[in-house]
């Protein structure tokens, strides 16, 4: 997948802050040694003679330059054991004088032999996720809070009935959540929860490791159509179609357009060909998203996504009073 600028960079920024405070803890851990134990001192001397004795080799004839430079890495080796050796007999672990880079491959630089690094890929998504989803409040959406008892009871068909069976579905997809889970259309009147479970399914998706896009309908368009006429050099389409989850929330309330249309179908399309999982939010019925859009949207939705109705009247009044 592509990445904007901003991502790149700020992923770049987050290395070298990895490399510099693994290099300034080996720093510290390395006075507290040498204070200690200050014979390491002159272990340490030797180690880094034999570093540079083989740059002078580099001068010597190729039989003469072989033979010294075997000596000098077993010189080298040795002082490193003795080094280990003394850590050991101290107490210390043998490791403490190496430098923990977060990431042992790269060693924090972000390639190996020319290549980009694992570590380096996960950090730009992770940026460009962070930019996508703005800041949402994730941490106070969750299954546990979510109260079932806003919903009246009055029988084995009631909005308590439904909502219960409605977020005993969503833990259990967010706790099996796969790379091709079904798509999930939530639907139902405004106020009734639906922005509350799906910000409980993001979190615990994103807890799991994946990459989880949530997003408003307008503030989706408005990103693309930016991008799209050429006032932006980021890269959300791309990440929209390619992120394991995308949630898009209050779809209808935006100002529909052409453009946002045709978008809309693109995502809903090619996500459903490649059996990538979308969740989308709604207060409109199936009649209205096909008046607001059009037929080929509107069963692509209601054809290819699970439904879950959400049932009741609007419980944003009673939890503001309880
Ligand atoms: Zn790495």
Do not use: W
């Not at 010597?60 to 072989?66: G, R, T, V, Y």
């Not at 399914?201 to 799991?208: F, L, Y």
Request: contains cysteine.
């Amino acid at each position: 997948m592509a990445y904007s600028k901003e991502a790149y960079q700020k992923a770049e920024q987050e290395l070298e802050k990895r490399r510099n405070s693994a290099l300034l803890e080996r720093e510290k851990r390395h006075n507290e040694i040498a204070l200690k134990l200050p014979e390491i001192l002159e272990i340490e001397n030797r180690m880094a003679k034999a570093g540079l004795s083989t740059i002078k080799a580099v001068g010597m004839s190729s039989e003469d330059s072989k033979k010294y430079i075997e000596k000098l890495a077993r010189e080298s080796l040795s002082a490193q054991e003795e080094r280990r050796t003394l850590l050991k007999s101290a107490g210390y672990p043998e490791d403490y004088l190496e430098v923990k880079y977060t990431c042992r491959k790269c060693e924090d630089k972000g390639s190996v032999n020319g290549l980009i690094c694992d570590c380096f890929k996960t950090l730009m998504q992770s940026f460009e996720y962070e930019r996508l989803c703005s800041k949402l409040p994730i941490g106070s959406y969750r299954f546990d809070n979510f109260r079932l008892d806003f919903y009246p009871e009055n029988g084995a068909t009631s909005p308590r009935a439904r909502m219960t069976s409605v977020l005993s579905y969503c833990k259990g997809y967010a706790d099996d959540f796969r790379k091709t889970s079904p798509s999930l259309l939530l639907y139902g009147k405004t106020g009734l929860g639906k922005t509350h479970l799906s910000l409980a399914i993001a979190g615990k998706v994103v807890e799991k490791g994946y990459g989880v896009i949530y997003t408003s309908a307008q503030n989706l368009f408005n990103k693309l159509e930016k991008e799209k006429f050429g006032r932006s050099d980021e890269n959300t389409e791309d990440t929209i179609l390619n992120c394991d989850l995308l949630i898009i929330d209050d779809l209808g309330a935006e100002f529909v357009t052409a453009f946002t249309v045709s978008a809309l179908y693109n995502i809903v399309n090619t996500r459903c060909l490649e059996s990538k999982p979308t969740i989308v939010s709604t207060n409109l019925t199936q009649k209205e998203l096909r008046d607001t859009y059009n037929e080929r949207i509107s069963s692509r939705i209601f054809s290819g996504f699970e439904h879950l109705y959400f049932d009741g009247e609007d419980i944003r009044q009673l939890k503001s009073t309880r």
